[in-house]
């Protein structure tokens, strides 16, 4: 089996709408549920796995498409943010391919995620 490269990481920076253009990538049966900007682009949570779009080059016109569904997930972490001086949130996922790493910054709600993660996992 495959393994990636150490471990996968990226952060999300705040919530956002979905993307209208999200559908294009969509398969049938599959919905957007809840959408986050990252540094350069946007990660949006489906009902089947997490799809991450991160623009490179300067110019931001080459794009790399990630797509993590969540059959692959084996087991998943969330950490809250500890405070003053730790400001933070992660979640971690363990899949089949490797560990992901999903900084959180301040102000995203992580119970919210946590939920959205066991929902897309475990089934309702």
């Known amino acids: 089996m495959a393994e990636t490269a150490g471990i ?31 540094f ?40 809250n943010a500890g405070g003053f001086l730790d400001h933070n949130a992660e979640i971690e996922l363990w899949t089949r391919a490797g560990h992901i790493k999903v900084n959180l910054q301040k102000g995203i709600d992580i119970r919210k995620l946590d939920m959205l993660i066991a929902h897309s996992v475990l089934g309702s």
């Open 40 to 79: 350069r682009d946007s990660a949006i949570f489906t009902t089947k796995r997490l799809i991450v779009r991160d623009a490179q080059g300067l110019r931001g016109k080459k794009v790399e498409i990630y797509s993590l569904p969540w059959a692959m997930v084996n087991m998943w972490s969330s950490e």
């Open 8 to 38: 996968l990481a990226w952060t999300l920076v705040s919530e956002c709408p979905i993307p209208s253009d999200v559908s294009d990538l969509l398969v049938m049966g599959e919905q957007p549920v809840a959408a986050y900007k990252t």
